[in-house]
């Protein structure tokens, strides 16, 4: 059983929005921050944005700062990534995972990975 699943991707095109949600399936992930991550084809999986469930800080890669929104409902136990002002350069496959400890734009730094869900922005 996957222990989290992503959904919310699709097709959209260039400045248009999506919203992206990542739900727990079979546990609680209440004692974790979370992440977001995205993997384009041929590339490296990268870090995207990261939340805090105690202070709900954030962290985001540069290349969304301003764009995304990450956000956490723990009464839901689901993790948010709105997605605004999208580019061709921001298709991917997105994941979400709870992150362990470490460096925070790491994927060594997570565990329990989602399957992803597409997302594919036209020019």
């Known amino acids: 059983q996957v222990p989290l699943v992503e959904s919310g991707g699709g097709l959209v095109q260039a400045g248009g929005s999506l919203r992206l949600s990542c739900a727990a399936s079979?546990?609680?992930?209440?004692?974790?921050?979370m992440g977001w991550f995205r993997q384009a084809p041929g590339k490296e999986r990268e870090f995207v944005a990261w939340i805090s469930r105690s202070d709900y800080s954030t962290l985001y890669a540069d290349s969304v700062k301003g764009r995304f929104t990450i956000s956490i409902d723990n009464a839901k136990n689901t993790v948010y990534l709105q997605m605004n002002s999208l580019k061709p350069e921001d298709t991917a496959v997105y994941h979400c995972?709870?992150?362990?400890?470490?460096?925070?734009?790491?994927?060594?730094?997570?565990?329990?990975w989602g399957q992803g869900t597409q997302v594919t922005v036209s020019s």
């Open positions: 995972a709870a992150f362990i400890g470490g460096t925070y734009y790491s994927t060594t730094a997570y565990d329990y």
């Open positions: 079979g546990r609680t992930f209440s004692g974790y921050a």
